[in-house]
């Protein structure tokens, strides 16, 4: 069989399997959309139908699922168990696997084209869903099985790429957190002290202006906010906005090397400036006096991060810390020599967790993208 083109329902059918049931028919496990990630054709968590579920639509395994709820969200999984699904999940499959691979299939539904198509029948505006007829109605190229057997073993074989990187990185996250117990764990040499008694700690700011006048933006200067350094891990990844020459007047800097502190709202993500930054006053900057190390100290304090979190913080309108209550908060501090020891050690194990989490992006994003090329939807 030649290439030719086809329309999604011609060769994939909708499973109306259900089961009245679950718990009844052996089925030990649901499926919610919750449980599908964006753009991961694994089922990673799941629900036990023994807690109690409504879902009846069974599938098993190798057979898609597809959110068909708020489908930009590009929810789709290959099931390698069976169970029940929720009502905003279709489960499909192949009609005759002579015709379409079933290994092929949920790449199909991974492509842009898919997704666009998906998205541009859905109906509704809080919570829009496409239908099993929208989506039956997608055309696109259909080759002959020998192509189609090599698309699929091409792809698979970036997916397992993709997948080694991703497992590679998740070691290592883990040996880093291991290591991060056992390096801070305090020694009997090491003293307890006081933040302030080791670094200077000052709340940013950015109030008492004139609100929505461009003027204030634009510039070069950056102005980090809490989700800035939410986003970040170890050295702050860039700032929202951007501060002009009047902006500056209603702000505070803090030099290169200095430790930001969320202190509202989100409790105690840190980041380290890589160069001279402004902050609002949901920010507190840290900077490290003479003979504390930066990357030693911001370490310290993401221990500390559930402990203000949870018992420091205090609750107004949203959470928020205070300066007397975060100056005073007590540290275990090695001598300046162990301190950069801890700190190499631990930078070094986080830079490996950072360029092993950028290898896997990539490949995730070239293996979206041999997808996209290699299944076709132009005309033949």
């Known amino acids: 069989m030649s290439a ?9 059918r909708l499973s109306k399997a259900r089961s009245q049931d679950p ?30 579920v409504t879902f009846t639509s069974v599938f098993q395994p190798g057979q898609v699922l597809f959110g068909k709820r708020r489908a930009y969200q590009r929810k789709v999984a290959v ?27 949920p790449f199909i539904c991974q ?23 929208s989506l039956a109605s997608f055309e696109f190229v259909l080759p002959s099985l020998d192509i189609q057997s090599q698309i699929a073993s091409a792809i698979t074989s970036a997916l397992e790429c ?43 700011k950015f109030s008492h202006r004139p609100r929505n ?36 007047k209603y702000s ?28 609002p006053d949901s920010v507190v900057g840290i900077v490290p006096r003479d003979g504390t190390n930066v990357r030693f100290l911001e370490y310290v304090l993401r221990t500390k991060q559930k402990y203000l979190e949870n018992h420091v913080a205090t609750q107004t309108a949203q959470k928020n810390i205070n300066l007397q209550d975060l ?23 986080e830079k490996a967790v950072a360029d092993l989490d950028r290898r896997f992006t990539t490949a995730r994003d070239f293996r979206a993208r041999l997808a996209n090329e290699m299944i076709g939807v132009a005309d033949v």
Not at 4 to 12: C, L
Not at 25 to 43: A, C, K, T
Not at 98 to 103: A, H
Request: charged share 20%; glycine share 8%; hydrophobic share 40%.
């Open 327 to 349: 100056r005073p908060l007590r540290l275990d501090m090695p001598d300046p020599v162990t301190q950069k020891e801890v700190a190499d050690q631990l930078h070094t194990l």
């Open 4 to 12: 030719r083109r086809v329309k999604f329902g011609d060769v994939v």
């Open 79 to 105: 099931a390698d168990f069976s169970g029940v699904c929720s009502g905003d999940i279709y489960v499909l499959e192949t009609k005759d696997a002579q015709v379409l691979l079933p290994e092929l299939l």
């Open 252 to 279: 505070k800097s803090f030099p290169k090397n200095s430790i930001l502190i969320t202190i509202a709202a989100n409790i105690g993500y840190t980041a380290i400036t890589t160069q001279e930054t402004w902050c």
């Open 162 to 204: 993709e997948l080694a990187y991703e497992q590679a990185r998740n070691n290592a996250s883990a040996l880093f957190r291991s290591a991060s117990v056992e390096l801070l764990s305090p020694a009997d040499s090491w003293k307890q002290t006081l933040l302030q008694d080791v670094a200077t700690v000052d709340r940013g």
């Open 213 to 248: 006048l461009p003027e204030f933006f634009g510039g070069p200067y950056p102005f980090v906010q809490t989700g800035d350094i939410v986003a970040s891990t170890g050295d702050l990844r860039g700032a929202s906005q951007m501060l002009s020459d009047e902006g500056l």
């Open 23 to 52: 718990l009844a028919d052996g089925i030990e496990r649901y499926v919610g959309l919750e449980h599908l990630e964006p753009g991961d054709l694994r089922i990673r968590n799941w629900g036990n139908v023994a807690d109690g």
């Open 111 to 133: 492509t842009d084209a898919f997704f666009d198509h998906a998205v541009g029948t859905s109906a509704g505006s809080l919570s829009p869903r496409t239908n099993w007829e």
